[in-house]
Every structure is written in C-alpha cells, then in structure tokens.
C-alpha cells in the first residue's frame, strides 16, 4: 500500500484556561489516502473543527504528529484549501475577484489565473455572475463560490467545516450532489466536518465517528456506495441502515 496523504498518530490538543485545562483531543489517530473524500462526525465540542483546523496549519497541536504528503504541518500550508462554515465573500469585490483573492495574495493576477477561476466558476455553474457581488447571490451560490476560491490554487486537499449547515435542505441536497461532482472531476483529498449523518453517508467514501470530549475516534466506517452519488440514493434501505448505525452513537437514554 502507498503511504497515506494525511497521517495523524496520537494526536492530542489541550487548551490552557484559568479556570483548568480544556482536553480538546485525545490520541487520534488516522490515515487518510490520496484522493479519498472521508467525513468526520460527532456531538458538538468534539474536536471535529479543531481537528480540522490542525489539518489546516491554522492551529497547533499539544502532542503528536500531523504530516501531509510526509511533511509535518505547523503553519498554513498552500497545498491546502478550505471551505469555512460561512462563505465570508467580500462585499466589495466581485465574485471573480472573491475567487481569485488566495491567488493575489501571493503573486499577481495574470491572464491564465483569471482563466483558471472563470473555468471554475463554470464548474459549478456561476459563469454569468462572475461580475456580480456577493450580495446579488444566494446563500447556496455564495458557498458555491466559496468552494471555487478554495480550489482555485489547486490545492492537494480540501478541507470543510459543515458548509452548508445554514441552508435549507432542498440546495443542501443539491450542493451535496455538487460536491460529489467537484471531488470525483478534480480528485482532490476531501475532508468534510458535518452535522448531519445522512450528508456524511452521502459524500464520504469512509465516515469517522467521534466521541464526546476529549474528542477520540470511536469508530470508522466504509461508505460501499462508489463514487459517483445521486439523489436516489438518499431512498436506499442501505442508505438508511448504514445512517441510523451511525446515528445509535448519538442516541441519549432518558
């Protein structure tokens, strides 16, 4: 077998407080392969978007390792890409500036990045609003825009905090879809955090289930769905089976 992409061993991640230490993460342990969508989910607090986050260089880590293609992560890395819980686009740029935005910000725009984000907005069907602002858009094509920013360095991996947890269910199932279609055409290493189980069995070709503070892995579950995901799936007994297995985690006895 080839080494992983991401590798994380006995990850810990502890916040010091005045009134106590916070254990965030406790021995975490995964390996993720080049090209694999995985989905983590868990109760809120823990640890999924601090995990993430490590993954991203934008926070350390108490002990451990984290490395991505065999080098450790410390700060953010440009083989790296993120799709935040909000599309925080600015107001004052266009949606093709908004995209073109992590390309400015290290060296200058020239014909062929402009033409790189264009075929991305076309990707996910926002051609004709490139011009247009954030705030002529909806909330699903602003998170649209948000993933084409993302990618628009062509990152290795992509990362995502429960992206579409603000909307409503009919453009959640439809970006859902989406997604799929981005991962499988760009086949770029996809880690999504969620909230929702059936999302996670949607997109994810393996779900990782987290415990409750200090934040664990209990449990890591095979997707058998192959890559390519539509809507009926969403109808399937196995669909349902394989969801409510994951959701017995979760369950709380009164």
């Known amino acids: ?5 991401i590798s994380i061993s ?12 916070v254990h965030a993460l406790s021995d ?3 390996d993720i392969a080049d090209g694999e969508f995985v989905a983590i989910v868990g109760p809120s607090g823990c640890g999924k978007t ?4 490590i993954l991203a260089g934008l926070t350390g880590f108490t002990s451990g390792t984290a490395t991505i293609a065999g080098a450790p992560i410390g700060t953010p890395r440009g083989d790296v890409g993120m799709v935040f819980q909000k599309p925080t686009l600015l107001p004052w740029r266009t949606i093709l500036e908004n995209v073109l935005l992590p390309v400015e910000l290290h060296r200058k725009v020239g014909t062929a990045e402009r033409e790189h984000a264009l075929g991305l907005l076309a990707m996910v069907g926002l051609q004709d609003f490139a011009d247009k602002y954030p705030h002529e858009l909806s909330g ?6 948000a993933i084409c920013r993302a990618l628009v360095h062509e990152p290795e991996v992509l990362l995502m905090d429960e992206p579409f947890g603000a909307l409503d269910a009919m453009t959640r199932d439809a970006l859902n879809v989406e997604v799929n279609r981005i991962w499988r055409e760009t086949s770029k290493t996809a880690v999504l955090i969620t909230h929702s ?4 069995v949607f997109l994810a ?5 987290m ?4 934040g664990r892995i209990i449990d890591v579950i095979d997707i058998p769905f192959g890559r390519e995901r539509t809507l009926d799936l969403l109808g399937s007994s196995e669909f349902a089976d394989l969801s409510s297995h994951i959701r017995t985690y979760f369950e709380v006895t009164v």
Do not use: C, F, W
């Open 1 to 5: 077998m080839s080494a992983p992409l």
């Open 10 to 21: 006995h990850l810990e991640k502890v916040y010091p407080t005045k009134t106590g230490d």
């Open 28 to 30: 975490v342990n995964l």
């Open 50 to 53: 601090t995990l993430l986050k």
């Open 140 to 145: 699903g094509m602003q998170q649209r825009a």
């Open 197 to 200: 189980i059936p999302e996670a």
């Open 205 to 209: 070709e393996r779900v990782i289930v």
């Open 211 to 214: 415990g409750p503070r200090p």
